[in-house]
């Protein structure tokens, strides 16, 4: 039971940030980027709410542990500047706040006696069947919580589940029919598929030319790069006791797990795997300088082109499309490896000249041409009673299968069928037209949904229901109640 709490912790603190993602997690409020180490001892204040800075590193421990979680344990200092985390907190714990005044102004209160029964619900603190007071003790003891912390959140929580409950909408039968009506419904659909391979054939010089006369401005080369590169692996860096103790004084919010924070021996595998990242970074821009001043050289790469279809990493792609001269690109961070690259010669994108770009002109006019023909052929075939393949029923809530088309495909034919109110059509692919007859329909009112599926489709359109319900109250409450955050934002000291 102990292990259960452990692992469990977030079900347990100050905070109702798993219990009730759905709502508060639905409308998080844009506040920006900030200076965390200028906090007070509160983190804000919303309305007449005070948000202190230990709700901050509870709630804070708890979103750490669940992308932790998520990511199998591998959350390292890039991807946590990603996530943002400390962001996500405030913001949870500022919508937190508006709904915990929204509450108050309608005078909603918890009683220590629903904390009581709430409790004494609870299975962790059951033994038989039946609450029992020293297992209650014991459980929070082990996860670090004194009784009045605890039960403070949970009332907390209570109140927020009840404002939750009057805000959460239902779906009516006639509305749940509606949808299951669209979604069971199948059609059963002939097909006849026209595939511009067949109209391809050799295109002749006036043809070539004329489409290079007209498409001609987008005949171009790739820019060129001369490239020297070096690689800075954070595996190849020995870290010793010292690095690491310094590196978990400097971010202990880092090592937190289930809203506790890891001991140095505990987090240690993770402490050193982001001190030889940092220790990387360091090596890597020392290098950068010496590489952009000649003293040390790289890997020699000339001619590399690259356009935003070349396979290469992105990060390394968006920087070297910015360079349109010799240059020194700082360290570029790879999955534990810091790139270094120096631009030596850049040769820019220029027009195509008429000869140099035939072969392509080639190809590209050979195939407009087979696809106007294919699409003519469709425009003609449709105006006929014509002859089809019949593929079944398809519907939008199964998987589908057409011989001769892919997923893909198969998928932008469906919503086509959809949305079309004829019972014949054409649907155009890059490379193929597919025509369609609807021979029949057969809706949810021709065949019973199952009771379970029906059931699941009321909490779908519920759950819709809901997502739009809370992003209009989080932003007229918002509106409604004043929000201050005591951090810094681009030399700032509130927000409003």
Not at 121 to 150: D, I
Not at 204 to 225: C, G, L, Q, R, V
Not at 384 to 399: C, M, P
Request: no cysteine.
């Amino acid at each position: 039971m102990i292990t259960w709490m452990q692992k469990h912790r977030k079900y347990l603190v100050a905070t109702i940030w798993v219990s009730t993602i759905a709502f508060v997690g639905a409308g998080f409020v844009g506040w920006g980027s900030y200076d965390y180490a200028s906090m007070s001892g509160s983190v804000a204040k919303v309305g007449d709410i005070e948000v202190t800075k230990d709700e901050y590193s509870s709630t804070y421990g708890n979103i750490y542990n669940y992308y932790s979680k998520m990511t199998g344990g591998k959350l390292d200092e890039q991807t946590l500047k990603t996530l943002n985390l400390e962001k996500i907190a405030v913001e949870t714990l500022v919508n937190q706040a508006l709904l915990q005044n929204f509450a108050n102004e309608l005078e909603m209160r918890v009683g220590d006696e629903e904390v009581a029964a709430k409790i004494a619900s609870m299975e962790p603190f059951l033994k038989n069947g039946q609450f029992n007071k020293e297992q209650y003790l014991l459980a929070l003891k082990n996860v670090g919580m004194n009784p009045k912390e605890f039960e403070k959140g949970l009332k907390k929580e209570l109140l927020i589940e009840k404002v939750y409950a009057i805000l959460e909408p239902k779906a009516g039968v006639s509305e749940t029919a509606a949808l299951a009506s669209a979604v069971f419904s199948k059609d059963k659909v002939g097909v006849k598929i026209i595939d511009a391979a067949a109209f391809l054939k050799p295109a002749s010089d006036d043809e070539i030319k004329s489409f290079w006369e007209k498409n001609k401005a987008k005949f171009k080369t790739e820019p060129e790069y001369d490239l020297e590169s070096l690689e800075v692996l954070s595996s190849t860096m020995n870290p010793s006791d010292e690095d690491m103790k310094k590196e978990y004084s400097e971010n202990g919010s880092l090592y937190f797990i289930d809203g506790k924070k890891k001991s140095f021996e505990e987090a240690k595998a993770l402490i050193a795997e982001n001190t030889k990242l940092k220790m990387a970074k360091k090596e890597a821009l020392k290098q950068y300088v010496e590489l952009k001043e000649g003293k040390i050289s790289g890997k020699v790469s000339k001619g590399v082109r690259v356009s935003p279809k070349t396979p290469m990493p992105p990060e390394i792609k968006s920087e070297l499309l910015k360079a349109k001269q010799p240059t020194t690109i700082k360290p570029i961070a790879l999955n534990g490896v810091y790139v270094i690259i120096k631009v030596n010669k850049f040769t820019p994108e220029r027009e195509m000249g008429f000869e140099e770009g035939k072969p392509i002109a080639k190809m590209a006019a050979e195939r407009e041409n087979a696809i106007n023909a294919m699409k003519l052929e469709a425009q003609n075939v449709l105006k006929t009673n014509f002859a089809t393949i019949d593929v079944g029923f398809l519907s939008k809530n199964q998987k589908n299968q057409v011989a001769g088309l892919n997923e893909q495909e198969t998928a932008e034919l469906l919503g086509s069928i959809a949305v079309s109110k004829e019972a014949t059509g054409a649907v155009y692919l890059p490379s193929k037209a597919v025509l369609f007859r609807i021979e029949k329909q057969e809706s949810a009112q021709s065949k019973e949904g199952d009771s379970s599926e029906m059931q699941e489709l009321s909490k779908v359109l519920a759950r819709s229901k809901l997502s739009l319900v809370n992003q209009n109250v989080l932003e007229y409450l918002k509106k409604k109640y004043e929000v201050k955050l005591f951090m810094r934002q681009n030399g700032e000291n509130d927000k409003k």
